[in-house]
């Protein structure tokens, strides 16, 4: 059993950032890969970013070159370093945790998930 806490949401006026933090605990192992998701009302659950224990990354296109993710191994913590937001970003966002070094951007490649962290962007 792996437990994931968030930490980090708010609410931010549009151009500004956040930075998004969730810790994992419980069983992890050395190789495993966590990313982000994101839900707004109304909306699927979407992949946002991923990363592998030995640093691989994947955005989504909608996040490239505004959204880093990061993670501190020594720490079991991914971090998501969010800049120029959009109203359009507004969601619940979930932290998630696999096994492996698999950059997967599917919700069902996934096995723990977080509690989620509100973010709310105004325009």
């Known amino acids: 059993q792996v437990q994931l806490v968030e930490d980090g949401g708010g609410l931010v006026q549009a151009g500004g950032s956040l930075r998004l933090s969730c810790a994992a605990s419980?069983?992890?192992?050395?190789?495993?890969?966590m990313a982000w998701f994101r839900q707004a009302p109304g909306k699927e659950r979407e992949f946002v970013a991923a990363i592998t224990w030995s640093g691989r990354t994947g955005y989504t296109d909608s996040v490239k070159g505004r959204f880093t993710i990061a993670r501190d191994n020594a720490k079991y913590t991914v971090y998501l370093q969010m800049n120029s937001l959009k109203p359009e970003d507004t969601a619940d966002y979930y932290c998630a945790w696999r096994s492996g070094e698999i950059l997967s951007q599917s919700i069902n490649g996934y096995a723990y998930w977080g509690q989620g962290a509100q973010v709310t962007v105004s325009s």
């Open positions: 419980g069983r992890t192992f050395n190789s495993y890969t």
